[in-house]
């Protein structure tokens, strides 16, 4: 089931209207049950390996607390059973058609088979979020759960379940073993945040996806309509996940739960750490815990710094997919991060960026980093992707780049709406806070602006979320 669509809606309706008037173990149930509906209505299948994975890590945890001299195989168990099963979803055809390939390069012949297997939704978000559950019960930073109700719920809940965040054990679990309450803050709070979300989606996302998968589709794009595409494109990718982000984290709120903060305007950063500080915070904070930091992280010699980088968003490209781009895009933003050290290491370029005004200099370069950057994970051709990466900006004629600019001046609108955002979440919403009146009315006029411009602009093809393929 997806948010953007009346089936949902309706299911929302149903669920809270029957969530909020039963008893607190009742509700646990419930829940439970509906979440599980949600992932399962139009692939029923896919509950198997959600199932499997959850009822593993369950009775791992539990084994570890009544046997800790195992513990180390016991979370090896773990740990292998779920990257097996990722693998096997999402990355298995990946490797065979590479084994092929490399076979083909030396001269042999291997039949060629034909994998179709159908990745479940959401696969890497509960995957990794079960997975810390275990590493953390095994670094005793958290009891094991007794209950199977409410660590299923853990790893279930429907709001976040598909696409994140990916939350943590420690605070999601006090969240479920606690009774809850509705608020009238909580109530305007989580329908500002979903229509915040919707907006983001229908109006800024599917709109500039159009003007993006255009120009993806063109077969010799020049230089400077290429470039608008990739522009269309890194405001598609930040509206959509982060409308997603909002709506889960509004609908968590209507039913008395707070999930955590997965963007904070990654594109006001200003250095590649800054930006992954800011985006997909959630996944980039996993990785920083579980893969960065056990690996020694910064606190080793200068070599193994970097080889513990390079590995760290190695990984965090093959998260994203089984494909080249994927790997290529997460090994290029380590080499940015380790040239942003180098450079901040050299004491002429310390004293430019302490000058007044140089912010803006380095946020457009950054920027411009951002969306090279996005170039390579947009583009799963890596002939196609050399090519652009040659394309020349003095080639192009006159109305090329007439045709670039209405592009490029379309898609800043819808930028603008997104600034609109940050300027809101960032200076309006907590001014707001003090006047506890003014924000009442203020949120009010907010949701009708939002929820008129979605009737009056919303795109007219729908478009699945983005990070639902991941």
Not at 46 to 57: E, H, K, Q
Not at 114 to 137: C, R, W
Not at 267 to 283: G, V
Request: hydrophobic share 55%; aromatic share 18%.
């Amino acid at each position: 089931m997806i948010f953007h669509s009346i089936d949902f809606l309706l299911f929302l309706i149903a669920v809270l209207t029957i969530y909020w008037v039963l008893p607190y173990r009742t509700q646990q149930v419930f829940i439970l049950l509906a979440s599980y509906f949600f992932y399962g209505y139009i692939h029923p299948w896919f509950l198997y390996p959600l199932m499997a994975s959850t009822s593993l890590d369950f009775l791992v945890a539990l084994a570890m607390e009544r046997y800790p001299q195992h513990k180390y195989r016991f979370l090896v168990t773990s740990l292998v059973a779920n990257l097996s099963l990722l693998g096997i979803f999402k990355y298995f055809g990946f490797f065979v058609e590479n084994v092929i390939a490399l076979l083909e390069m030396i001269g042999l012949s291997p039949p060629r088979i034909a994998l179709e297997i159908m990745l479940p939704v959401g696969i890497s978000f509960y995957t990794f979020q079960s997975i810390s559950y275990t590493i953390d019960v095994y670094r005793g930073r958290i009891p094991a759960c007794h209950n199977p109700v409410d660590f299923a719920l853990y790893v279930v809940f429907f709001p976040q379940l598909v696409a994140g965040p990916i939350e943590r054990a420690q605070d999601m679990l006090q969240q479920i073993q606690k009774t809850r309450t509705l608020t009238a803050m909580d109530l305007r709070e989580g329908m500002t945040l979903m229509v915040w979300g919707f907006f983001k989606k229908l109006v800024i996302a599917d709109n500039v996806a159009l003007i993006a998968n255009n120009v993806f589709l063109l077969e010799h794009p020049p230089f400077w309509v290429l470039w608008a595409g990739v522009f269309a494109f890194s405001i598609q990718i930040l509206a959509d996940f982060s409308g997603y982000t909002d709506i889960a984290r509004g609908v968590a709120r209507l039913l008395g739960f707070r999930l955590s903060q997965n963007f904070n305007h990654p594109y006001l950063s200003d250095s590649p750490s800054e930006f992954w500080k800011r985006w997909h915070i959630s996944l980039s904070g996993w990785i920083r815990d579980y893969i960065y930091i056990p690996l020694g992280g910064s606190h080793v010699k200068a070599g193994r710094m970097i080889f513990n980088i390079l590995l760290t968003f190695f990984l965090c490209g093959l998260w994203h997919g089984a494909s080249w781009n994927f790997i290529i895009w997460g090994v290029y933003h380590s080499l940015l991060i380790i040239l942003y050290r180098v450079a901040s290491s050299w004491k002429p370029l310390t004293i430019l960026g302490e000058m007044p005004g140089i912010f803006l200099i380095r946020w457009l370069v950054m920027f411009i980093w951002i969306n090279l950057g996005w170039l390579i994970f947009r583009e799963t051709n890596l002939t196609h992707l050399l090519h652009y990466l040659t394309l020349s900006p003095f080639d192009d004629t006159d109305r090329e780049r007439q045709y670039a600019l209405f592009l490029f001046a379309k898609v800043a609108i819808y930028a603008f709406f997104l600034c609109l955002h940050a300027f809101y979440d960032s200076f309006v919403n907590s001014w707001l806070t003090t006047l506890p009146r003014l924000r009442y009315w203020g949120q009010m006029i907010l949701v009708t602006i939002l929820f008129t411009g979605i009737l009056s602009m919303r795109g007219f093809v729908r478009i699945d979320f983005i990070y639902f393929q991941f």
